[in-house]
Structures are given as structure tokens and as C-alpha cells.
């Protein structure tokens, strides 16, 4: 089943790049993914490289089936720190996608794990940040925080932030 989640991202990709159309769902992928509900991430490399990354933290779609086709076209599209995917590059690129557990607040940055646990941190004015788990170079939960303030354009000295955490089903090719 695994194969299934990255066989829907390079499909909906490949296609999206190749024709600029955006696929319909599958109608004979496993059950689950007409059923259930939960944010996702699709993540792009080419070697070691980020090509893309973009999700949700929460569902947005119908199910996850359309949740992986919709943020893997974001992923290879409207990520704004790179050049959008083209058709030369799709034979070099590798695909992750995570699903994610819905978030759940805590209260101390202790109740963290860098490796187990990736970190949604937001600020009572609606702006957030968000980290996934297990990532090269990230080892503590105060670099973990501090990185996902960061993206959220989020300063900690002077904000008053509330922490979430969520774990990761993540699946690659």
C-alpha cells in the first residue's frame, strides 16, 4: 500500500507537468484513501535536494486520495523557494508523502521528540509554522521550534506562542 501513496504524488505530478491537467481520482486504489480524512504533505527531491514541499497540517479535501493529488501539485507548482518542477527533471526526482495525525496542543517544548513528533507552532493572531518530524540536521525540539517560528515569521521573545504536535505515517520511493 505504501507504493500506492507515491504512485498517486508521481501521477498526479508527472501529468500536471507533462499537461498542466490536474488528474481525477483513481478508482482502484485501496479503500482507505476513499475513506479517510487527515492532512498530508508531499514532499519532492531530486538527489538530496528539496525540490518541493507543501501540505496541510488538517484535511481540506474530501479524503486523502484527493488531499496527496491537490498538495503534490502545489508541491511541484507554487512552492515559492524553487523554480517549478519541468518535464526534464521528472525522471530525477524522488517523492515523499506524509500523513499526518491531527494535532494535538501541549504545554512545554519537553513534551516534544524530534525524531517522533513534528511541531505546529501558532500565535493568537493566526500566524503559524509547521515542522515535520525525523529531519536531517534537526535533532533537538528547540531546533525544531525554533525553525517552524521561523517559517511563520514567528519571534518567540515576543510572542506568545501555543505548541501542537502531531506524528507522521510517512512513505517513500
Known amino acids: 500500500m505504501s507504493n500506492s501513496y507515491i504512485n498517486l504524488a508521481k501521477q498526479a505530478i508527472e501529468t500536471y507537468v507533462k499537461t498542466g491537467k490536474i488528474i481525477d481520482v483513481p478508482k482502484d486504489l485501496p479503500e482507505e484513501f476513499y475513506s479517510r480524512q487527515a492532512g498530508v504533505f508531499v514532499t519532492i527531491k531530486k538527489g538530496k535536494e528539496l525540490k518541493g514541499c507543501i501540505g496541510t497540517y488538517l484535511p481540506t479535501r474530501k479524503n486523502i486520495a484527493e488531499e496527496i493529488i491537490s498538495n503534490a501539485i502545489s508541491s511541484c507548482s507554487q512552492d515559492y523557494r524553487f523554480l517549478p518542477v519541468d518535464k526534464e527533471e521528472l525522471s530525477e526526482l524522488n517523492y515523499e508523502v506524509s500523513i499526518?495525525?491531527?494535532?494535538?496542543?501541549?504545554?512545554?517544548?519537553?513534551?516534544?521528540?524530534?525524531?517522533?513528533y513534528g511541531v505546529l507552532v501558532k500565535t493568537?493572531?493566526?500566524?503559524?509554522?509547521?515542522?515535520?518530524?525525523?529531519l536531517?540536521?534537526?535533532?533537538?525540539?528547540?531546533?525544531?521550534?525554533?525553525?517552524?517560528?521561523?517559517k511563520g515569521g514567528i519571534n518567540p521573545e515576543k510572542d506568545e506562542i501555543i505548541l501542537y504536535r502531531f506524528r507522521v505515517e510517512k512513505y517513500s520511493d
Open 136 to 150: 536531517e540536521g534537526v535533532d533537538t525540539p528547540h531546533q525544531q521550534v525554533s525553525i517552524a517560528c521561523r
Open 100 to 116: 499526518l495525525s491531527e494535532p494535538e496542543q501541549i504545554k512545554e517544548i519537553k513534551e516534544l521528540d524530534a525524531k517522533k
Open 124 to 134: 493568537q493572531d493566526g500566524r503559524s509554522g509547521l515542522l515535520l518530524p525525523d
